[in-house]
């Protein structure tokens, strides 16, 4: 019978998706056609009024929107290759760093949560140490980070994901603590009555009922890796990156202020990418009732 | 004091929450036969479900002895001498119905290819053929607790213990699954031990009742349910269920546990 109903249902369900993929799509222009005529809207009342507040508009403080794309696909300096393939090649070299710190942040993040649900003592002992910090800049413990370590013999980008690991941990330990003791009591009481160990208690209850929880952390993290990775990279002088790129361009922002803001909307599509890439491994991953995805 | 026979026995037991503040349980003395289906029933705060906990070994009473099947409780735990269902069905969200009964299973280490016979025999018990891969929320309130039935079965647990299972349910799917309960203790020839705050339901199902009085929790006294077997829908329309409901309410009422009379009792003062 249920077979049947869900043969049955199958067709609907498959319009449903061909038609909400179209809608996010319509959505995504709309968004973007939004984004557009906001800028280039501001822009042409800001030239036309002689707006000096909050800045003076111009060319050099908002570039055309087109002319910023367009940038993207000119010669990065005479003869040179193109500045996207600058800008691509400058993306991987930190999505390497910021991955690697996102892996490295997370599975801390994940172990420290794991330890401290089964201590309350250290909980309490813990927690405070790991709030505070996240209160010291990353930009004051960079230096420190990259020459101790170079110091030792550590390549630069492997520092500079070191840093980026240190932001992304912190919300990694924190939401899977919380998922971690999500747990529906009745769903431990059910674990005892079957004389489960702890082990197998966190492993088949605690941890799949963390899962959404554990998600929303790591899409928060898989952007503030990138924001690591990029900040890290600025004091330790490394300069195949996007941070060094950013750098580079911000000395020749008067000059050249397009290449700049072509930089951040490749920096903004990395970050995307790498939600993207979470999201859709939580798809596969929480299998919920869609009102109890966190 | 605890016969070699009993399904469960207990002896003296109490329970006090606090320092000794709130006495929740005081001199629990109650033996039950194997293939007994017993259930309590009082007000709320007369430690009913307290008292099925420490029979499970998932709270520790502070005087007393607990026995299940011939051995201490907390053994009789590590032992899965038992099965439990609770008011909600705690069926684990990412698992599949299947998979839901399966977990107890998987936690004794049961081979791949045995766990899917049980299952199959368990999905059969409580009709819940053509849905094995939905998922808890695809399921009705009544469905949810059938898979958590089937889970607390699946691994032939000589006792049952059931918290209220029928409890959060509308009253036509309540009375449906009482058949099924019935049934399915039929073919086990399991123990049940079923806490309740419905006369009827306790009547209709049980062998014998347990009523409780609130505050400390005691045993008020016990009323001996001499329905034929096996029971069926027109078992409710005998005149010894009215007067064996009558005597549960009157023995609850004698305790000073009177509550509202549930909706099924006002209908029976009419036909008595």
């Not at chain 1, 800045?55 to 003869?79: A, K, W």
């Not at chain 1, 649900?117 to 505070?132: C, D, K, T």
């Not at chain 1, 209160?135 to 994901?161: D, E, F, H, N």
Request: hydrophobic letters at 50%; proline letters at 6%; charged letters at 20%.
């Amino acid at each position: 019978m249920a077979a049947i109903a869900s043969r049955r249902a199958a067709p609907a369900v498959g319009d449903g998706r061909a038609r909400a993929l179209l809608d996010r799509a319509a959505l995504l222009v709309v968004v973007l056609a939004a984004i557009w005529a906001v800028w280039e809207g501001f822009r042409w009342i800001g030239i036309r009024t002689e707006l000096t507040w909050p800045f003076p508009v111009n060319d050099v403080t908002m570039p055309r929107l087109h002319e910023i794309v367009g940038q993207l696909f000119e010669p990065s300096r005479v003869n040179g290759p193109l500045l996207i393939d600058v800008l691509l090649d400058a993306a991987l070299f930190t999505a390497r760093e910021a991955a690697v710190g996102f892996f490295l942040g997370s599975a801390i993040g994940f172990g420290l949560a794991v330890v401290l649900v089964h201590s309350r003592l250290l909980q309490r002992g813990f927690l405070p140490y790991i709030v505070a910090s996240q209160t010291v800049p990353i930009l004051a413990i960079a230096p420190m980070v990259v020459v101790g370590l170079g110091s030792k013999g550590v390549t630069g980008w492997v520092a500079v994901a070191i840093l980026a690991a240190y932001l992304t941990f912190f919300p990694v330990a924190i939401n899977t603590l919380r998922g971690l003791q999500s747990a529906d009591p009745r769903a431990l009481e059910l674990m005892h009555s079957y004389a489960a160990s702890r082990w197998t208690i966190l492993w088949r209850l605690r941890v799949p009922a963390s899962m959404p929880y554990v998600f929303s952390a790591l899409k928060i993290s898989a952007t503030a890796s990138i924001v690591g990775a990029i900040i890290g990279e600025a004091p330790s002088s490394i300069q195949e990156g996007l941070g060094g790129a950013i750098l580079n361009f911000n000395q020749y922002y008067s000059l050249e202020p397009r290449n700049l803001w072509a930089t951040n909307i490749v920096a903004a599509a990395l970050g995307i990418t790498f939600f993207l890439v979470v999201a859709g491994a939580e798809r596969v991953v929480v299998r919920r009732a869609p009102e109890n995805v966190a | 004091m605890s016969a070699p026979h009993a399904a469960v026995s207990l002896a003296g037991v109490g329970k006090t929450f606090g320092k000794g503040a709130v006495r929740a349980l005081e001199d629990i003395d109650l033996a039950i036969a194997p293939g007994e289906f017993v259930s309590l029933i009082g007000p709320s705060g007369c430690g009913k479900s307290t008292l099925l906990r420490i029979v499970g070994d998932l709270i520790q009473p502070s005087v007393g002895d607990v026995i299940v099947n011939g051995k201490p409780a907390h053994r009789a735990r590590l032992d899965h001498d038992y099965g439990i269902v609770f008011q909600s069905a705690v069926l684990y969200d990412w698992r599949t119905v299947t998979k839901n009964i399966s977990l107890p299973l998987e936690l004794l280490g049961w081979s791949r290819g045995r766990r899917n016979e049980r299952v199959r025999e368990m999905v059969e018990l409580v009709e819940l053929s053509g849905f094995e891969s939905h998922h808890p929320w695809q399921l009705s309130g009544g469905m949810q607790q059938r898979v958590s039935i089937a889970r607390a079965l699946s691994f032939d647990p000589a006792l049952l213990l059931m918290d209220e299972p029928f409890g959060a349910l509308d009253e036509m799917t309540r009375e449906r699954l009482n058949m099924e309960l019935l049934r399915i203790w039929e073919r086990s020839g399991s123990t049940i031990v079923f806490v309740t705050h419905s006369i009827p339901e306790a009547v209709f199902l049980s062998t014998r009742v347990v009523v409780m009085s609130p505050r400390p929790g005691r045993i008020a006294g016990i009323v001996e349910i001499d329905l034929p077997q096996p029971r069926g829908a027109e078992t409710r329309e005998q005149p010894r269920f009215f007067e064996l409901v009558t005597e549960v309410r009157e023995r609850l009422a004698g305790s000073g546990a009177a509550t509202a009379p549930t909706e099924p009792a006002l209908v029976t003062e009419e036909r008595v």
